[in-house]
């Protein structure tokens, strides 16, 4: 079974500085999907970025990027220019992207303050 | 934008109680979600359905069955609410897999906080 695990569960980040948000998978597949979705204070869950497993580049939206390694099986959240709009839980997230339905495993989540 | 809908946001019920938590979604997706949100737990998946009438069990199903009889739809039930279910509901959704729209992607309700006495 797949494990997604967060070992961070909070951090904080002074406004307009630089946070890195760290997760770990373990699964026996090659091909999957890798999610960061953010949740703000009651509010929605939204997707944050997604990274394909077989594409190599990192995935970058914006202020958001990624640093994935597979052979390391880690998934960390790079955050820029931090605003306080970013003050949020984060949850890692994996998924196979093979046909019909399949289960998503979330990791139990990363509180990020943001220090004004 | 795809909206997913659940019909409560608070909800305060007894011990024993049975509770419906409704989900309607408006992007015609063929896989519907149920998770249960825990401080230190993370997303739970209690139950999931991949079309209308079929379910599967997730990774905590006891004390729960849901219920899809339409498409948009998909229903929580708590047949007789019991403390420990005291937590935040969040339904989900996305399509069907190998399509097009399918980009792996969840698209998120706001959530159902439900608290039993």
């Known amino acids: 079974a797949q494990t997604v695990t967060q070992s961070q569960p909070e951090m904080s980040v002074q406004e307009a500085e630089t946070v890195t948000l760290s997760c770990t998978y373990d699964t026996s597949e090659s091909d ?5 979705y953010k949740q703000p204070p009651s509010r929605q869950m939204i997707l944050v970025i997604r990274q394909e497993a077989y594409k190599q580049q990192n995935a970058t939206e914006n202020r958001f990027s990624v640093n994935f390694q597979k052979a390391a099986k880690s998934f960390s959240l790079k955050i820029s220019d931090s605003q306080l709009g970013d003050a949020a839980m984060y949850f890692c997230a994996y998924r196979r992207p093979t046909g019909g339905y399949q289960k998503v495993t979330f990791g139990t989540g990363t509180k990020l303050q943001v220090i004004p | 934008d795809v909206k997913v809908t659940q019909s409560s946001r608070y909800l305060v019920k007894r011990t024993g109680e049975k509770v419906f938590l409704e989900c309607v ?3 015609d997706h063929e896989n519907m979600f149920w998770y249960r949100q825990d401080p230190g737990l993370g997303l739970r998946l ?3 359905s991949y079309d209308v009438k079929m379910k599967e069990k997730g990774d905590i199903p006891e004390g729960y069955s849901v219920s899809r009889e339409k498409k948009e739809r998909f229903s929580l039930i708590l047949e007789s609410a019991s403390t420990n279910q005291t937590s935040m509901y969040l339904c989900a959704s996305y399509p069907m897999g190998g399509s097009r729209r399918n980009t792996g992607e969840l698209f998120f309700g706001e959530g159902s ?4 006495l």
């Open chain 2, 113 to 116: 906080r439900l608290t039993v």
């Open chain 1, 32 to 36: 999957y999907y890798l999610f960061w």
């Open chain 2, 25 to 27: 979604q408006d992007m």
């Open chain 2, 46 to 48: 209690i139950y999931f």
